[in-house]
């Protein structure tokens, strides 16, 4: 192999790793994510109902259920209303691809759990 194609060869194998990692760095720093909190001032059962309720008016159609937990998921974006009773804390949590748009969806989501006050 003469040293022009061993050149050109070097060169295309160099570039490679870097093309690789060139979809990555196009898709941004990663997942946006926000949260807030407030102090749980209702029962357990109805910081609930508020959560599901938010999660609802924001458009995030039906809700998930866990221990602690009502979140909605809708076009790769997660939102989480979490009630803690015995920390006496309400959690509101939002992420996805944007940080601003999941910025957004947080505090519209805190402010719909105040509106059911």
């Not at 690789?20 to 109902?49: K, Y």
């Not at 937990?69 to 997660?78: K, L, Q, V």
């Not at 805190?110 to 509106?115: A, F, G, I, T």
Request: hydrophobic fraction near 45%.
């Amino acid at each position: 192999m003469d040293f022009r194609k061993f050149t050109i060869l070097a060169a295309i194998a160099a570039a490679l790793p870097t093309a690789a990692a060139a979809p990555a760095f196009a898709l941004g720093d990663g997942p946006g994510i926000a949260s807030d909190w407030a102090d749980l001032t209702v029962p357990q059962a109805e910081c609930f109902a508020r959560g599901e309720a938010a999660i609802q008016r924001i458009g995030f159609g039906e809700v998930e259920r866990t221990k602690y937990s009502r979140f909605g998921t809708r076009e790769g974006y997660t939102v989480s209303v979490r009630c803690i009773e015995e920390k006496r804390i309400v959690l509101f949590m939002a992420s996805g691809r944007d940080r601003k748009q999941a910025q957004s969806l947080q505090l519209d989501l805190h402010r719909n759990y105040l509106k059911a006050q």
